[in-house]
């Protein structure tokens, strides 16, 4: 049987807040953490379908660790085929405008699903539009 720590990669989560600044709302985003996690090439597999699951996200990333359950929540942006640009102190790189990201993030977390007592982690995600 293969391990399920064979096809890991690094996968960067951040979160989003909305900041107003008069009529204007600036998105800004967290520190991004790294995490090594496997990401699957698609959804719909036979196992949901037969299971009466209908899937609306593209991918999923599974966790075999509880570490992310304090750091990633639904809506948060991830970086999964891209990596992004991280500056000396931890904080994500900005373009010129200074709101938006070198490197946008390529996906959004859409669902998590959790076990009670066991340690695997599943993250429904889906792709954001700009970066197909």
Known sequence: MRSPFKDRQPV???TITEKKSGIDTIQEYSKPIMAKLTASAG???PSQISAG???DYDREL???SKSLRSEVEEG???????????S???SLVMSDDG???TVPPDYRVDKIFQTAR???DVLGIKKIGGNR
């Open 118 to 120: 066991g340690r695997v």
């Open 43 to 45: 959804t719909g597999a």
């Open 88 to 90: 000396e102190d931890g």
């Open 62 to 64: 599974v966790s075999y």
């Open 99 to 101: 709101v938006t990201p």
């Open 53 to 55: 699951l209908v899937v």
């Open 76 to 86: 948060s942006v991830c970086w999964v085929d891209v990596i992004p640009e991280i």
């Open 12 to 14: 960067y989560f951040s």
